[in-house]
């Protein structure tokens, strides 16, 4: 098991958001975390993270690491695609991309990274020495994920990277993820809106409602199920 | 206010009215000090405490005030008493019109700015072009009060200090009562409330560009009143007590005694007339340190300063569960 | 004035601009990385000058004595971050100040404290006279603008080329992404409080043959470095340089027009004009927060 989340709680302050979450990820999966807005689900991947105060079991890898600092976490190999992308707007694409790779030690495989991100996202490249705040959404959200991959991460965690984009952009994106996830062996725990391009793409679905997880399976089966349906995929 | 501060404010009236009996001349003077000190540290308060304006430039409005008062004593003839209410106003418009600028500066560069004029002060002040009032570097002497010979001819009998006292004490609690009246009200719960939030105390209605200007002039009326008190106290103005160092005290005096806090300014004025004797004693050669010191402890350890922590004390003896925070 | 003498100011106060532009570069720093100015940074300039007039006078020589105590700069800078600074760091700005205030007071006076109020020269490590005769400036003069220019050369490139800047620009533009790569923010912020202080213990070094080593020596330097921080753009290093030069001609330029008496009255003009006119300076951006 990857990643074992049990009764995990978190607030903000003294408002409490989520109430005891489970929630398990074999290595390699792509498991996708759906619900309405309000829900919870960006709280949970910051509680993974370490950037709010919770209660509760996290493993990662064997490991607890709910007590863990963010930048303690994030050397473990969890890297976090934030929603609003976190991209620092004031430095150039590359920049970005250099700092996605900041906690490894081997130069020459950074520098191969980066070609291979470009690989991934042209456009990146064209705009190499542009400043990231000057990007497109769309360009901003490639440049997220790919310095989150700079990290060569074995957990991947993405807060609605659909946001705001064309659709043609965001299959563009799922059809890169699934490479990743495939090639790569990067475990993807996916936040997602767009329930049906999420549920397309993973192999695992849970389903949060005001901060509990309310359904759990295979994410086929989620998608016939006609309550499901009817809620998240609006058909 | 309630029964019990009404008694408590009486109860140390009284003692003040006696302390000149009990003392030595010399302490008689020191305590007038720290009525002066309490009445500057009031009018940092006022700007600071309350409102939320830093400033660490008071040391120019005090000295704006000393020298007033002593330039219409030496140069004009006035009488000592005159000069208050004159060295008042001035330091209201001086304020007043120090604050309009410092509408447009934040927390931080208001800092700035205000360090920079407390800086500069003793320059100005020791400026040759303005030196025919100033009195350059060496400053002006000023004649000591005498009591009023009508009481003599009363029968109460008070020497230069005890009378200087008692002048002093008479302005301290006109001008306490006229801040205490004045900070329970609108005009004070409008001050917090520019403090604490500005765009929404701006959406409230609250004037915040006029209420912040008028804190600015208020506040140097009182610490010029201070400054004008001091001066006859002290007998004498020179540029070089009045720089940056000033400002520095006043600023210990209110985060020690306790910010927007009327019982705070007292606290704090005995602290900065006091603590610097101990602390000479302490350290001959470096007090400033131990004031620094002592600055710094009191960030840590004591956010409200001794009055905020007599506050809580008395509510946790009276009972009251301790604050929580939303 | 004659063109020959105002050349000969604009000159020499280029040469001390130079000095205002290494601490208005330290104030830059600390600002960028954290939002706050440090009113200490004069005096802890002034420590570190001390110290490295207590390293000569034990028989050290000038260079030694030089980058020894840009290294205990460097240190100490971090230390003070991490144990004065940390404690306040999200409290409200009067308390940040107050801190500031106090570390201000403390390092002055255990300065006189330690090596007394009496006036002492420092030496220069630049020759006594130019050659081929040039009178224009000082050699002192000529060189501290040449060492202030190689500072900021190695800080420039430092931020721009090195993985380790990069970091320190990412902490401070956005430290919650920063953390999200792996930067741990803390040392950042301590990092860029040591480079800020070992900029500044240059400067002090600089500055003191010029108006001899006193624990007041910064008090005008500091100011004249705020003056030329905002003038720049609070969080453009380029800006400070720039700043730094303009602020020294003016001052001497003014001081040969209307004296020396008011040298720190023409700082605290320019100051409050710099805030009212043009908050963000010549080269920042303007600032909008968010309610």
Request: charged share 15%; hydrophobic share 55%.
């Given at each position: ?45 910051r ?21 863990h600092?963010?930048e ?32 490894r ?71 890169i993820?699934?490479?990743?996830n495939r090639?790569e ?5 996916l ?45 | ?8 404010t ?45 400033s ?17 004593m ?19 418009v ?21 360090f ?50 008692f ?10 009562l006229?801040?205490w ?68 005290t ?46 710094i402890?009191f ?21 009251q ?6 | ?9 604009v ?23 954290t ?18 007039w207590?390293?000569m ?9 030089f ?63 130019l ?27 430092f ?5 380790l ?51 007041n ?5 500091l ?69």
């Amino acid at each position: 098991m990857l990643l074992e989340v049990k009764g995990l709680q978190a607030s903000y302050g003294a408002t409490p958001v989520l109430h005891g979450v489970d929630l398990a990820m074999q290595e390699g999966s792509v498991t996708t975390l759906l619900g309405a807005n309000g829900a919870g689900k960006t709280t949970f991947l910051r509680a993974l993270c370490g950037m709010v105060k919770t209660s509760g079991e996290v493993r990662f890898a064997g490991a607890r690491i709910e007590r863990h600092a963010t930048e303690d976490i994030v050397r473990l190999g969890v890297a976090h695609v934030p929603d609003g992308r976190g991209t620092f707007a004031g430095l150039t694409t590359e920049e970005n991309l250099r700092l996605g790779g900041y906690t490894r030690r081997r130069a020459r495989e950074l520098e191969a990274d980066l070609e291979r991100m470009y690989g991934y996202f042209p456009r990146l490249k064209e705009r190499r020495a542009q400043q990231a705040g000057t990007l497109s959404g769309g360009e901003q959200q490639m440049l997220a994920v790919s310095r989150a991959l700079m990290l060569r991460p074995k957990l991947l965690l993405l807060d609605e990277p659909s946001f705001g984009l064309a659709p043609l952009v965001v299959q563009e994106l799922f059809r890169i993820l699934g490479a990743v996830n495939r090639e790569e062996r990067v475990s993807i725990l996916l936040v997602e809106q767009n329930a049906a391009m999420a549920l397309a793409l993973a192999d695992r679905a849970y389903l949060m409602e005001t901060g509990r997880i309310v359904r759990s399976g295979a994410a086929a089966e989620l998608q016939r199920d006609d309550a499901v349906r009817r809620a998240y995929l609006g058909y | 206010m309630s029964r019990r501060m009404l008694l408590l404010t009486l109860a140390l009236l009284a003692i003040a009215c006696a302390l000149p009996f009990v003392l030595t001349s010399y302490r008689t003077f020191q305590a007038a000090l720290v009525l002066v000190y309490a009445i500057a540290l009031l009018g940092l308060n006022i700007v600071t405490g309350y409102n939320g304006q830093i400033s660490l430039g008071h040391g120019a409005f005090y000295a704006l005030g000393a020298y007033c008062s002593a330039i219409l004593m030496d140069q004009a003839g006035l009488p000592y008493w005159a000069t208050i209410p004159i060295a008042g106003a001035a330091c209201l418009v001086a304020g007043f019109l120090f604050g309009l600028p410092a509408l447009r500066l934040e927390g931080l560069y208001l800092a700035l700015a205000t360090f920079a004029l407390g800086v500069s002060m003793p320059q100005i002040l020791k400026y040759h072009l303005l030196e025919k009032w100033t009195g350059g570097v060496q400053g002006i002497v000023i004649a000591k009060p005498e009591p009023p010979a009508a009481l003599a001819a009363a029968g109460l009998r008070l020497d230069a200090d005890q009378w200087l006292y008692f002048f002093v004490l008479a302005i301290a609690v006109i001008m306490f009562l006229l801040a205490w009246n004045l900070l329970r009200g609108r005009v004070g719960r409008a001050l917090v409330a520019i403090r604490d939030h500005h765009t929404a105390a701006g959406v409230m209605g609250i004037n915040t560009a006029l209420y912040k200007s008028l804190a600015f002039g208020v506040s140097a009326l009182y610490t010029g009143v201070a400054g004008a008190l001091g001066a006859i106290a002290v007998q004498f103005v020179a540029p070089d007590s009045f720089n940056v160092l000033l400002s520095i005290t006043f600023l210990v005096g209110i985060v020690v005694g306790g910010l927007a806090s009327l019982s705070g300014a007292l606290f704090g004025a005995l602290f900065i007339q006091f603590v610097p004797n101990i602390a000479d004693e302490l350290s001959k050669a470096a007090p400033w340190a131990i004031f620094g010191a002592v600055l710094i402890a009191f960030i840590y350890l004591m956010p409200s300063g001794v009055a905020g922590a007599l506050r809580a004390l008395g509510a946790r003896l009276a009972g009251q569960p301790k604050e929580t925070r939303p | 004035m004659s063109a020959e003498a105002l050349l000969l100011q604009v000159a020499s106060g280029l040469a001390t601009g130079g000095i205002y532009a290494s601490l208005a570069l330290a104030l830059v720093m600390i600002y960028r990385a954290t939002h706050l100015v440090n009113f200490a940074q004069g005096e802890m300039a002034m420590f570190c000058t001390y110290i490295a007039w207590s390293l000569m006078n034990a028989g050290l020589g000038y260079w030694t004595a030089f980058f020894a105590t840009v290294a205990i700069a460097f240190v100490l800078g971090m230390l003070i971050e991490r144990i004065v600074i940390r404690p306040v760091e999200d409290a409200p700005v009067l308390s940040v100040v107050v801190v500031f205030i106090g570390l201000l007071v403390i390092l002055n006076s255990v300065a006189g404290w330690i090596f007394t109020y009496t006036i002492k020269t420092f030496p220069s490590p630049f020759p006594a006279e130019l050659p081929y005769g040039i009178r224009l400036v000082s050699p002192h003069q000529l060189g501290a603008l040449a060492v202030t220019m190689v500072v900021l050369a190695l800080l420039y490139a430092f931020f721009r080329f090195t993985a380790l800047g990069l970091a320190m620009r990412a902490a401070a533009q956005n430290p919650v992404s920063s953390r999200l790569v792996g930067i741990r923010v803390g040392w950042m912020l301590a990092l860029g409080w040591g480079l800020a202080a070992a900029v500044g213990a240059v400067a002090g070094i600089m500055v003191a043959p010029i108006v001899y080593l006193d624990p007041n020596m910064m008090s005008g330097t500091l100011l004249y470095a705020f003056a030329a921080a905002l003038l720049g753009g609070i969080e453009s290093p380029g800006g400070a340089v720039v700043g730094g030069l303009i602020v020294g001609v003016l001052e001497n330029v003014l001081g040969a027009l209307i004296g020396n008496e008011l040298k720190l009255v023409v700082a605290l003009v320019l100051i409050v004009g710099v805030l009212l006119a043009r908050p963000s300076g010549l080269f920042g951006k303007a600032q909008v927060t968010r309610v």
